[in-house]
């Protein structure tokens, strides 16, 4: 079994920055990618960044230029540096790990508002 464990969401005003950190454990043979999606309230749950084991990036449009997805690969951690965040940036953030399985986190709020 593979534990997933989120942290670092809150409250910040519009153009501020926030980090997730995804750090995931247990019967971890290896990874092939570890990520990001988001659900705001009342959408579907969609990707926000991707990271391969060779650090191979992935970003959704509405992101791009703003968030960066980085790896630990010895922690099997992952960050999420979010910068100039927006009010449309407030979600759930769920980190995904794919061992291939995939493992979900339990999700982390991110609300931006003044």
């Known amino acids: 079994q593979v534990q997933v464990v989120e942290s670092g969401g809150g409250l910040v005003q519009p153009g501020g920055s926030l980090r997730l950190s995804c750090a995931a454990s247990?019967?971890?043979?290896?990874?092939?990618?570890m990520g990001w999606y988001r659900r705001a309230p009342g959408k579907q749950r969609v990707l926000v960044a991707t990271i391969t084991s060779g650090t191979s990036t992935n970003y959704a449009d509405s992101v791009k230029g703003r968030f960066t997805i980085s790896r630990d690969n010895a922690k099997n951690t992952v960050y999420l540096q979010m910068n100039s965040l927006k009010p449309e940036d407030t979600a759930v953030y769920y980190c995904y790990v794919a061992t291939p399985k995939i493992y979900w986190g339990q999700g982390t709020q991110v609300t931006v508002s003044s």
């Open positions: 247990g019967n971890i043979i290896s990874i092939l990618s």
